[in-house]
């Protein structure tokens, strides 16, 4: 007598475990999902935020103002704003921008006017992550502070900029 009543117990607690438990309604699984998504994505404002901050106070630690560096974009823009080029800074401010490709000044300054100092790469980033409307990342130099690489969007989707600062020079 007890076999038939262990055995049908079994087979409830089976069949029990195997029927799905609906405990929100799809819309508020949506909703929860989006909220999520919008907490990891604050997440990772903060997270950049926090590392732009530190690696800026690195930077302004090393009181370097005479410095050169070469800077080039991937980007689908027009191949004069994309370098690479030679970008000099004394006392803070750029004297001058020249082609890796002739060795002379581009013809057109404007188009590396966001990139044209340390500071301005500085103010890029945070202007990105403030905004939240594109994709950012960012490398930067373990000793100086510096950015070496931002990655600003999609450029798979052609909407994005991929630009890469390197040997970055202190100029006496």
Do not use: H
Request: hydrophobic share 35%; with cysteine; charged share 15%.
């Amino acid at each position: 007598m007890r076999l038939p009543i262990v055995i049908s117990a079994g087979l409830l607690m089976l069949l029990g475990l195997n029927t799905p438990v609906i405990s929100k309604s799809p819309i508020q699984v949506a909703q929860s999902s989006e909220i999520t998504n919008s907490n990891s994505k604050q997440l990772t404002n903060n997270s950049q935020l926090k590392q732009l901050r530190i690696n800026r106070r690195l930077w302004r630690q090393q009181k370097i103002n005479n410095y050169r560096y070469t800077l080039s974009n991937d980007c689908f823009c027009i191949p004069e704003a994309r370098g690479p080029v030679v970008i000099e800074v004394r006392n803070g401010r750029t004297t001058s921008i020249t082609s890796v490709q002739t060795g002379q000044p581009v013809a057109n300054p404007e188009f590396f006017r966001t990139y044209n100092t340390v500071p301005k790469l500085f103010n890029l980033i945070r202007n990105t992550i403030s905004s939240g409307q594109s994709e950012l990342a960012v490398e930067y130099d373990r000793q100086l502070g510096y950015p070496t690489q931002i990655n600003i969007g999609n450029l798979a989707a052609d909407a994005g900029i991929f630009t890469t600062i390197e040997n970055l020079q202190e100029i006496r």
